[in-house]
C-alpha cells in the first residue's frame, strides 16, 4: 500500500498544454514529441491511429488547417468532403485491415 500523501487534481496544468499548443496541428507539423501513426494524408486532411485507443483501429481524421468549429470554421462542401469521402475512405481501410 502507498503512504503518500494524496494530491489534489491540477486542473490548469492538465489543461495548459492544450492551450499552448494544438496536438492536432503538433500531428500535422510532424513533431517527434507528438507521434502518431499515419494511415492517411493529402493535402487537405490527415488520419492517424490514436496512440491510446477505446477500439481497435480507432482512427482519428482530421482538417490539417486548424478549424475548431465542426460547423462555423468549414463551408459545407469541406465538411462534407471531410465526412463522405476521407472518413468513409479511412473507415473502409482500417476494418478491411483489422477483421
Same mark, same amino acid.
Given at each position: 500500500?502507498? #503512504?503518500?500523501?494524496?494530491?489534489?487534481?491540477?486542473?490548469?496544468?492538465? =489543461? +495548459?498544454? !492544450?492551450? *499552448?499548443?494544438?496536438?492536432?496541428?503538433?500531428?500535422? =507539423?510532424?513533431?517527434?514529441?507528438?507521434? /502518431? #501513426?499515419? !494511415?492517411?494524408? %493529402? %493535402? +487537405?486532411?490527415?488520419?492517424?491511429?490514436? +496512440?491510446?485507443?477505446? $477500439?481497435?483501429? /480507432?482512427?482519428? &481524421?482530421?482538417?490539417?488547417? $486548424?478549424?475548431?468549429? !465542426?460547423?462555423? %470554421?468549414?463551408?459545407? *462542401? =469541406?465538411?462534407?468532403?471531410?465526412?463522405?469521402?476521407?472518413?468513409? %475512405? !479511412?473507415?473502409?481501410? &482500417?476494418?478491411? #485491415? &483489422?477483421?
Amino acid at each position: 500500500m502507498n #503512504d503518500a500523501p494524496r494530491r489534489p487534481f491540477d486542473l490548469e496544468a492538465y =489543461e +495548459r498544454p !492544450v492551450r *499552448e499548443r494544438c496536438f492536432l496541428c503538433e500531428v500535422v =507539423e510532424g513533431n517527434p514529441a507528438n507521434a /502518431h #501513426d499515419l !494511415v492517411f494524408e %493529402d %493535402d +487537405r486532411s490527415i488520419a492517424f491511429l490514436d +496512440r491510446f485507443p477505446a $477500439h481497435l483501429g /480507432h482512427t482519428l &481524421v482530421a482538417p490539417k488547417a $486548424h478549424l475548431e468549429q !465542426v460547423t462555423g %470554421d468549414f463551408s459545407s *462542401e =469541406e465538411f462534407l468532403r471531410l465526412q463522405q469521402q476521407v472518413v468513409f %475512405d !479511412v473507415a473502409q481501410a &482500417v476494418r478491411s #485491415d &483489422v477483421t
